[in-house]
């Protein structure tokens, strides 16, 4: 069974629908690539999996210690290479104003970031800059 359907709804506009929940992504092509940039960008949206799979698996590991991870912040930078074009690297800076848990435990959380599906999925060829403000 599908996970998602999707459509093209022209002026290389898509859309997609999660089946399990019914909740749908619109994308769009960026500015510099003929697009109208009115909503991500199927590349900004590798980035944005990268920076979620990672607080996912940071939420789980917290969970499982009994940490909350509330307050726990992020900002993507997507840079994309021109020849070909394609995605040279995401960086991503965590801000956690209000660290909880041992030195360990944020150790924990750093290494369970960096090896969470999307981040292992994806080639090595796309750098992955993760900062760490905590």
Request: glycine share 6%; aromatic share 6%.
């Amino acid at each position: 069974m599908p996970t998602i359907k999707s459509s093209y709804e022209g002026n290389l506009r898509t859309k997609m629908v999660h089946i399990q929940s019914g909740n749908e992504i619109i994308t769009d092509a960026p500015l510099d690539n003929n697009g109208k940039g009115e909503a991500f960008s199927p590349t900004d949206l590798v980035a944005a999996a990268l920076g979620s799979c990672m607080v996912t698996i940071m939420g789980i590991v917290a969970e499982r210690d009994g940490i909350d991870l509330k307050g726990l912040k992020w900002e993507i930078t997507k840079i994309m290479q021109s020849d070909p074009r394609k995605i040279a690297e995401v960086m991503i800076a965590f801000h956690w104003d209000k660290p909880q848990g041992s030195p360990s435990f944020q150790q924990k959380l750093k290494n369970a970031a960096r090896t969470c599906p999307v981040a292992l999925s994806l080639s090595p060829e796309v750098k992955q800059t993760v900062i760490f403000n905590f």
